[in-house]
C-alpha cells in the first residue's frame, strides 16, 4: 500500500469508533439514532452507523433487516416505505429512524463516518448506489464497508475515489452455511480483495490473529476490530489491529 493511500484513511485509526454511535440504552440513547451520534460527535468519536434500503429505494439508518428490536413496528425494512420507517419512534427513545441524508446534515464533517452497507447477499446494488448518490458533495471524512463483497465491489466501480473497507470474520459461524460455497470461501480465504481492493478492514477482533488479517496489516493495510466491548478487550484488540469499534465503556 502507497503512503498516499496510508494518509487518506488516517481518520479510521485517529481516534476510536463508537460503534452505532456512542449509545446507553439505560440513559435513552439507543444505537443508530440522532442522540447516538450527538453524543458521540461531543466526545471527538468517528461515528460507526449501518444503511438499509426502504421499499421506495431511500437508505435509512437501521441495523436490523427487521424492525421489531427497536421499534413498535412490524416486518422488513425493505418492505417499508421511507415515510413509514421515519414515522417510527425508536424504542427507550424520542428519535424516530433517521434518513442518510439526515445524518450527513446532523454530522457535517465533525467526525468521521464508516458506513456499513447492510446485505441481504442477493447482488443488489441499489443500496451501495444510493449511499454513493448521497455522498456526493459531502466534504468530512467518510467510507463506505460491507460484510458482502459484491456490495464493496460495487461501490469501487461506481465511486472508486470513496474509501472502502470489509466488514469480516472467519465465515465458519452457520450465518454463512446459506450462501452459496463459492461464497463461503471467498469469505473465508479472502480471495475477493482482488476485485474488491479494499482500503482497510474491519475485523472481529476474537478471531484474531488470523493469517490472511495479519499479512494485509504487514503490507499497509489499516485494520480496525469490532466490537470491543470493554478496556481488557481494547488490549487485546489493539495488538493485533490499528483501531477499535467499541461500545459500552468510554474508549
Not at 460491507?146 to 456490495?151: E, I, T
Request: glycine share 6%; net charge negative; proline share 4%.
Amino acid at each position: 500500500m502507497s503512503a498516499d493511500q496510508r494518509r487518506a484513511v488516517d481518520f479510521l485509526t485517529a481516534r476510536p469508533i463508537a460503534h452505532r454511535g456512542l449509545h446507553d440504552f439505560g440513559r435513552g440513547i439507543v444505537e443508530n439514532t440522532t442522540s447516538a451520534f450527538a453524543a458521540a460527535i461531543a466526545r471527538g468519536y468517528a461515528i460507526e452507523c449501518d444503511l438499509q434500503l426502504t421499499k421506495d429505494g431511500e437508505a435509512v439508518v437501521f441495523h436490523d433487516d427487521h424492525v421489531e428490536r427497536l421499534t413498535e413496528g412490524h416486518g422488513l425494512v425493505k418492505d417499508h416505505t421511507v415515510a413509514e420507517m421515519k414515522q417510527l419512534v425508536v424504542r427507550n427513545s424520542t428519535d424516530r429512524v433517521q434518513t442518510l441524508t439526515e445524518l450527513l446534515a446532523q454530522v457535517k464533517g465533525q467526525v468521521p463516518l464508516v458506513i456499513e452497507l447492510k446485505s441481504h447477499w442477493d447482488g443488489d446494488e441499489r443500496l451501495a448506489k444510493r449511499a454513493v448518490e448521497e455522498l456526493k458533495g459531502y466534504a468530512g471524512a467518510h467510507c463506505l464497508m460491507s460484510f458482502d463483497p459484491d456490495a464493496i465491489a460495487a461501490v469501487r466501480r461506481i465511486a472508486p475515489h470513496i474509501i472502502r473497507g470489509i466488514v469480516a470474520e472467519r465465515a465458519t459461524d452457520s450465518y454463512y452455511s446459506t450462501l452459496p460455497l463459492p461464497k463461503q470461501m471467498e469469505l473465508r480465504t479472502f480471495s475477493h480483495v482482488a476485485r474488491t481492493r479494499p482500503d482497510f478492514v474491519s475485523f472481529y477482533f476474537e478471531e484474531l490473529p488470523w493469517a490472511p488479517i495479519t499479512a494485509l496489516r504487514a503490507d499497509g493495510m489499516p485494520i480496525i476490530t469490532w466490537t470491543i466491548r470493554d478496556p481488557a478487550q481494547a488490549v487485546m484488540a489493539m495488538r493485533c489491529s490499528d483501531q477499535i469499534t467499541f461500545e459500552g465503556f468510554a474508549a
